[in-house]
């Protein structure tokens, strides 16, 4: 019953490789995110969607490509891993996007991506 | 640069003492928000103050806004070792939980 899940919880990999991180939220909410946090647990957001759209893209790399079947899903694939993918990262949702100002995120428990 | 700044980064307390923390930003909200993180684990939303509202309260917790200094504090009263975290102030400068920036952050350890 998690509200908002990813998986997997640890990944571990090398450099070049491809992989992917799934999210899936129960909350019946219209946007989903995805956020990296580094070392210093700086936490930065990388894209947002509302019903399958991409709303925001923050200057992510291209190797780094994000993709909403559903509303309920959110997956990120990234291709040829770099040393400095290495981080945490979580997926997130709100019920809705635009002129509310009282939206508030609900966090998936993250996944924490190492590339050797 | 990042739009929240959390200040001190750490804070050590013993348990039963009161806890504060600081957040400062750069540009104009519509809200502010509190997060907690617990080791290992995604961010937990715990208290949300529009940019009309001075003061928010919510258990043992005390939030305050002031848009004048740009700056926000999160007072926890009579604090208990499980709430040793990390805490993350968010700004919503244009609205709508898309535009949430967050700080660094303040780890915070209660001793018992």
């Known amino acids: 019953d998690t509200a908002v899940s990813q998986t997997p919880k640890y990944l571990v990999t090398q450099m070049g490789n491809d992989k992917s991180i799934k999210c899936e939220q129960n909350?019946?909410?219209?946007?989903m995110y995805w956020y990296k946090q580094d070392s210093k647990k700086f936490l930065k957001i990388m894209f947002s969607?509302?019903?399958?759209?991409?709303?925001i893209n923050e200057t992510v790399p291209n190797r780094f490509s994000p993709k909403s079947p559903d509303k309920a899903h959110l997956n990120l694939h990234i291709n040829s891993l770099e040393l400095g993918d290495s981080a945490v990262y979580f997926c997130?949702?709100?019920?809705?996007?635009?002129?509310?100002?009282?939206?508030?995120?609900?966090f998936g428990s993250g996944t924490q991506l190492s590339v050797l | 640069s990042q739009q929240g700044e959390e200040d001190p980064q750490a804070l050590s307390i013993q348990e039963g003492e009161n806890a504060t923390m600081n957040c400062s930003y750069k540009?104009?909200?519509?809200?502010l928000q509190w997060y907690r993180q617990n080791s290992g684990r995604g961010l937990v939303h715990l208290i949300l103050?529009?940019?009309?509202?001075r003061e928010k309260h919510s258990g043992r917790l005390r939030v305050t806004l002031d848009t004048s200094k740009k700056s926000s504090s999160l007072l926890i009263t009579a604090s208990r070792a499980a709430d040793t975290a990390s805490y993350f102030c968010?700004?919503?400068?244009?609205?709508?939980?898309?535009?949430?920036?967050f700080g660094q952050g303040t780890r915070l350890t209660i001793n018992p």
């Open positions: 909350l019946g909410h219209d946007t």
């Open positions: 997130a949702s709100s019920q809705g996007l635009g002129e509310a100002t009282n939206e508030k995120l609900f």
């Open positions: 969607y509302n019903n399958k759209e991409l709303i």
């Open positions: 968010a700004t919503d400068r244009t609205g709508g939980a898309q535009k949430l920036v």
């Open positions: 103050i529009r940019s009309n509202e």
């Open positions: 540009t104009s909200i519509n809200n």
